[in-house]
C-alpha cells in the first residue's frame, strides 16, 4: 500500500514522456522522409510487429523479452495510431 501512494504522484509523468517521444519523432519521421506513403508502411508495420509480440505469437525470436522491454518504455504506437487517421482524413477531404 505505501509503494502505491509513493508511486501516485508520479504517475502523470508516463503520459509526459509518451507525448514527448511522439512531438519529438513523429514530426521528424514525416518531414525527413520523402516518400510519405513509406512513412506511413514503415509505422503500420511496427504496430503490427508490436502487436504480434504482445500476443506472444512470435516466441521463436531471439530476445523477444528484450525487445518487448524496450518497446514498452517506448509508448509512440498509441499517438500514432491517432496520426494515421488524421492523415487518412485529411488524404480522404482533399479529393
Not at 5 to 22: K, P, S, V
Not at 59 to 72: A, G, H, R
Not at 78 to 93: K, N, P, R
Request: net charge neutral.
Amino acid at each position: 500500500m505505501l509503494f502505491w501512494i509513493d508511486t501516485l504522484c508520479f504517475a502523470y509523468i508516463w503520459a509526459i514522456g509518451t507525448e514527448e517521444q511522439f512531438y519529438l519523432i513523429w514530426p521528424v519521421l514525416l518531414k525527413f522522409t520523402k516518400n510519405k506513403v513509406r512513412t506511413i508502411v514503415f509505422v503500420i508495420f511496427y504496430l503490427t510487429f508490436k502487436f504480434l509480440l504482445y500476443t506472444d505469437f512470435l516466441n521463436l525470436i531471439p530476445f523477444k523479452n528484450l525487445i518487448l522491454e524496450f518497446w514498452l518504455s517506448f509508448n509512440i504506437d498509441c499517438m500514432a495510431i491517432g496520426a494515421l487517421f488524421l492523415i487518412y482524413y485529411l488524404v480522404s477531404q482533399s479529393y
